[in-house]
């Protein structure tokens, strides 16, 4: 148990649908990192919070958003969804941004859009 | 245009064997490179990672070899357990990635008993 948390674990929905990705950081990490993993893809970076602020964005499309709030849980919004959305979300976090900081990984959150 | 480039998608080795899983990169200013583990239904796990400035760390059977000449890393596990059976992933950091992580599709390695 990397100490991330990450609900749903399912999300089945229909194309042009919204929904939000919810994730919680382990305890005293400032930095959480969005990841988006198709099929026979590896996963892509889509964006990074650190403590409030967004530090960097990925390739994240228009059609999605994030934030992270006060209390350093943060949400991922997908709207306008389609087929092609359809993939695994990885929530990680780290103490830190620093380029040595360990990213440790939630179980994701599967979503399939109909 | 992929970055971290894992060639093999899939590796099957004798258990006590030794497993040896390859990386390699595009982006010279990388200089932190990653291997995470990945079982089904979980997410990725770190395993060990490496510093540009070095070209070998070693952690108990995992042994990460790093040829910058070559933008090549390797991963060894020796010798090999059937629990070693997952999805590894290469990640490296840098280059303007700021502290994002760059995957690598992976490499299934089944470990036979």
């Known amino acids: 148990d990397s100490g991330v948390t990450q609900t749903p674990k399912h999300l089945i929905t229909a194309t042009g649908q919204r929904v939000t990705l919810r994730c919680s950081p382990r305890?005293?990490?400032?930095?959480v990192y969005w990841y988006q993993q198709s099929l026979d893809q590896g996963l892509q970076f889509l964006i990074q919070?650190?403590?409030?602020?967004?530090?960097a964005k990925g390739n994240i499309l228009e059609r999605f958003s994030a934030q992270q709030f006060p209390d350093l849980h943060s949400e991922l919004n997908l709207s306008s969804l389609e087929l092609g959305d359809s993939a695994l979300y990885f929530c990680a976090s780290s103490v830190d941004f620093g380029i040595r900081e360990t990213q440790y990984f939630g179980p994701g959150t599967r979503l399939l859009v109909l | 245009d992929q970055q971290v480039k894992q060639n093999s998608p899939s590796l099957s080795v004798q258990e006590g064997r030794i497993s040896i899983l390859n990386c390699d990169y595009t982006?010279?200013?990388?200089?932190?490179f990653l291997w995470y583990k990945k079982y089904p239904a979980e997410g990725p796990t770190f395993l060990i990672s490496?510093?540009?400035?070095?070209d070998k760390n070693e952690d108990g059977r995992f042994t990460v070899f790093l040829n910058k000449s070559a933008k090549h890393l390797s991963l060894h596990i020796v010798p090999s357990q059937p629990g070693d059976s997952a999805v590894y992933f290469c990640a490296a950091r840098g280059g303007g990635s700021q502290g994002n992580l760059i995957f690598g599709k992976g490499t299934k390695l089944s470990v036979k008993p």
């Open positions: 490496i510093s540009s400035i070095k």
């Open positions: 982006n010279s200013m990388f200089d932190y």
């Open positions: 919070y650190y403590n409030g602020e967004e530090r």
């Open positions: 305890s005293g990490d400032l930095s």
